[in-house]
């Protein structure tokens, strides 16, 4: 069994479009994250959800909106997409700091 | 703030050879500290951590590394690199808590034959 999976693997979508990426975890942990993966590597965090509340909105565009309908699902819904947008973005989590799991990432381009 | 600096943006090494991958990290108080793998295509998989206790920590994969606080490093080492070890590494720093991990920005390991 996958311990943190995401939906799709892949994504391409045009400019203006919204699109959701979606994220299930079965380690029973109480945080999840969303990390943004720039073209560099560079991974950033974006938001942090423990038990279903919103802890940590790092400065994200409103166009990124988390949706939390139970402790093992965080999901990322992105509005108006945009070319800068594109990225591969990771789900994780974490029963405290003691070290995250991550998903495989979903590839986003926006053309 | 904190913060993690991996000066190394690509490494190359001989097969068979040993290994160390150089990290230092900013932060104010006793720090969490972690390596994790990259490859390619695939998510991060963590290969070890330090919270406190005995310095150098042992992971997986034959992967270890050492916490020296007069230094603010965290460097990760293995004695002998297999071609299957190539891929991307990242060192991570973050409080206890809540609080997320900050990443450094990466360290490509090549391996050649």
């Known amino acids: 069994d996958t311990a943190v999976s995401q939906t799709p693997k892949y994504l391409v979508t045009q400019m203006g479009n919204d699109k959701s990426i979606k994220c299930e975890q079965n380690l029973g942990h109480d945080t999840m994250y969303w990390y943004k993966q720039d073209s560099k590597k560079f991974l950033k965090i974006m938001f942090s959800y423990n038990n279903k509340e919103l802890i940590i909105n790092e400065t994200v565009p409103n166009r990124f909106s988390p949706k939390s309908p139970d402790k093992a699902h965080l999901n990322l819904h992105i509005n108006s997409l945009e070319l800068g947008d594109s990225a591969v973005y990771f789900c994780?989590?974490?029963?405290?700091?003691?070290?995250?799991?991550f998903g495989s990432g979903t590839r986003l381009t926006v053309v | 703030a904190q913060s993690v600096t991996q000066p190394d943006i690509h490494i190359t090494v001989s097969e068979g050879a040993s290994l160390e991958l150089r990290c230092n990290y900013s932060y104010g108080a006793t720090p969490y500290l972690f390596w994790y793998v990259q490859s390619p295509g695939q998510g991060l998989q963590l290969l070890l951590k330090y919270f406190s206790g005995d310095t150098l920590v042992q992971g997986i994969k034959g992967f270890e590394a050492e916490f020296k606080r007069s230094q603010s490093s965290f460097n990760l080492r293995k004695p002998s690199v297999h071609w299957s070890d190539a891929a991307e590494y990242f060192c991570?720093?973050?409080?206890?808590?809540?609080?997320?991990?900050?990443f450094g920005k990466g360290t490509m390991l090549l391996v050649s034959p």
């Open positions: 994780a989590s974490s029963p405290d700091s003691y070290g995250y799991t």
């Open positions: 991570a720093v973050g409080p206890s808590g809540y609080s997320t991990l900050t």
